[in-house]
């Protein structure tokens, strides 16, 4: 397995170079005056003179090729150029903007393979039940529902019908103590930051507001996996080494906790790799529906202003988001079944 | 083997897909009567959404517009119907499109082997290892909006997984032994493309791409949703969906009184994908018998 990791690790800059190769072929259809906005340092609106200064200083006009490995190097140094619409440096707005959206994946993510497993499991075990039509009514209805539906639902509902939730990452009383200095943000996720600050009122502001993005997403992305640990559960209910089981007289409760659980884990990781991308996407639609100050609602709105260094950035952290998502169900994979051999 | 033959037999007795085509079908009919049942509002760009005039405020339904009206008084009924056929008309485009240069670049893939085919597959390998949304929305993004734009990002997103397709059929079939005697016969590898190749593998990569159509579909009002997509004032079923959020989000209004923007164009894609995933998952029990 180790071998197998080591070379899974070493694929990923073989593949992260592909998709910069690609990216930045696509970004080169655009006519050098309009990429040199993307090396601007600062917001101004840049003059002819210096437009012509950037091209020339950065060889704009030179062969794609060559200026590919120099965009790369400085890739590699930290220089991803300047994003207008962060109104910050590519790199700095990424670091701003990363710890909003990994915590509202992780919101997600969780849940899914929490409830997502527990309702699955019981839409199984009773099968037929009113419970069991229930959940596969709502795990259909949410499957043929795009997210930005779902999002502009739970927004119309919970926002702007009840009013208990409100979109943005955190209510105007944090944004008061943010600045005026007596919150002090040290890693930007919320709720690392509020215990480290000790503000439990914070803390719950952010869970609120954490709440109806996090459902939204989960509600997009749960239905498929509800469904295959359903049928996988089945299945594997109607083994014979189950029967045996059964037979030698175990509680339905152990057998399904000790036994299937850990055989239906292969599908449902499955499952949970080809969910990745319908994850992302739902993360950076969500994002853009809630307000929510992260990656996916900045690369939007910087592809709404042809903000060029800023949609590189974006599409290159959302890239790299899904190569270990990947790679860690790869692992997974491999830790979960001893049967797959990877030589 | 999968013909249309036996599929068409398939579909009648199997009451899910039944229903999904059904579905499919009077979306169809709503598409291709579009001018009949809306009207024209435009003479140059029948998309273009029908204005009753400029008023800032949605109104809702009435007599005079069946569904209501978003702001800038574009009439949801008519945005509904001519987006239905623009939907398809995109999805069309897209999956003839991208199926071409998949069947072309699977062929070249499958057929030739060596270092055609590493190159190849690399290169699908790395465009899909990019999120195909993200990547859509890099290419609308550098392209501007508008609806051959929208076509070009997503028909350049969905190739590769055809080209995979189209690539392992050609290897299902490429060592049976009648390719072996064309070869022999002295048949040009054009021949064999055309006489052998697409007839015994083009089936199930059609059914395929006609069940993508959904995913096309979404896509586009993805995009078109986050201000990528379609030019303002088109009738597309993601914009009116964009246009309801400021009405949502403004704390002056009563949100729940602009229900009809969200709910009516809600309810046109989720039909749409309804029964295309209803029929998508008919075939693969169809496809699949042993489930």
């Not at chain 1, 590519?90 to 919101?107: C, G, W």
């Not at chain 1, 930005?148 to 990452?169: C, N, W």
């Not at chain 1, 997974?332 to 051999?341: E, G, N, Q, T």
């Not at chain 2, 899910?16 to 760009?45: E, H, K, M, N, W």
């Amino acid at each position: 397995m180790k071998k197998f990791i080591t070379r899974r690790l070493f694929l990923i800059p073989l593949t992260f170079i592909g998709i910069t190769l690609i990216l930045f072929a696509i970004i080169n259809i655009l006519p050098p005056e309009t990429l040199a906005t993307s090396y601007a340092t600062s917001d101004k609106e840049l003059t002819k003179t210096e437009i012509n200064e950037i091209v020339k200083k950065y060889g704009l006009d030179k062969p794609v090729i060559e200026r590919y490995f120099k965009w790369l190097a400085n890739t590699f140094k930290g220089d991803m150029g300047y994003s207008q619409v962060a109104k910050l440096p590519t790199t700095k707005a990424i670091i701003n903007f990363l710890p909003a959206t990994i915590e509202l994946t992780l919101f997600s993510v969780i849940p899914i393979f929490f409830i997502g497993n527990i309702l699955g499991l019981i839409s199984a075990v009773r099968k037929d039940s009113i419970t069991d039509k229930i959940i596969r009514f709502f795990a259909s209805l949410f499957y043929s529902m795009p997210s930005f539906v779902i999002g502009i639902f739970l927004l119309l509902i919970f926002y702007g019908v009840l009013g208990i939730f409100e979109p943005q990452r955190y209510s105007i009383d944090t944004d008061m103590l943010i600045l005026n200095g007596s919150f002090v943000k040290y890693t930007n996720f919320m709720i690392i930051d509020s215990v480290l600050n000790l503000n439990l009122t914070v803390f719950m502001d952010t869970l609120k507001h954490l709440f109806l993005p996090a459902t939204a997403i989960f509600l997009g992305t749960s239905a498929s996996f509800i469904k295959i640990t359903r049928t996988s559960t089945l299945e594997e209910l109607n083994k014979d080494y189950v029967r045996t089981l059964r037979a030698k007289g175990l509680e339905e409760k152990y057998i399904i906790n000790k036994h299937i659980r850990k055989n239906i884990l292969i599908p449902q990781l499955t499952i949970g790799g080809l969910q990745l991308i319908r994850l992302l996407s739902g993360v950076v639609i969500i994002e853009t529906i809630f307000d929510w100050p992260g990656i996916g609602s900045w690369g939007v709105k910087c592809a709404g202003q042809l903000d060029i260094s800023g949609v590189m950035g974006f599409a290159i952290v959302v890239s790299v988001l899904f190569l270990i998502g990947n790679l860690l169900i790869d692992i997974l994979y491999a830790v979960v079944d001893p049967r797959i051999r990877y030589d | 083997m999968l013909t249309f033959k036996n599929l068409y037999s398939r579909i009648i007795k199997n009451r899910q897909a039944t229903v999904g085509v059904a579905i499919i079908l009077l979306y169809i009919i709503i598409a291709v009567f579009a001018p009949i049942i809306a009207g024209v509002s435009d003479t140059r760009d029948p998309y273009i959404a029908k204005q009753h005039s400029f008023s800032p405020v949605p109104e809702k339904p009435s007599s005079k517009a069946i569904f209501g009206t978003t702001q800038n008084q574009y009439d949801i009924f008519y945005s509904m119907i001519w987006g239905t056929r623009l939907a398809f008309k995109i999805s069309v485009f897209v999956v003839m499109i991208s199926l071409v240069i998949g069947v072309i670049l699977g062929w070249l893939s499958g057929y030739y082997g060596g270092w055609v085919d590493d190159v190849i597959m690399r290169i699908t390998d790395i465009v899909l290892s990019i999120p195909s949304l993200i990547l859509a929305i890099v290419i609308a993004s550098i392209l501007g909006p508008g609806i051959d734009k929208i076509i070009a990002a997503i028909a350049f997103v969905s190739w590769p997984s055809y080209a995979r397709l189209f690539r392992s059929e050609i290897l299902k079939i490429k060592s049976m032994d009648f390719i072996t005697y064309s070869k022999l016969a002295g048949a040009s590898s054009w021949w064999i493309f055309k006489k052998h190749l697409i007839p015994n593998s083009i089936y199930s990569v059609i059914v395929i791409a006609a069940l993508d159509i959904s995913n096309i579909v979404l896509m586009a009002s993805s995009l078109s949703f986050l201000g990528l997509g379609s030019p303002q004032g088109y009738s597309d079923w993601g914009e009116v969906i964009s246009m309801s959020r400021n009405w949502i989000i403004s704390s002056f209004s009563n949100p729940a009184a602009y229900w009809h923007i969200v709910v009516i164009p809600s309810a046109f894609m989720f039909f749409f994908v309804l029964a295309f995933n209803m029929v998508g998952d008919s075939f693969r029990d169809i496809f699949d018998p042993n489930r």
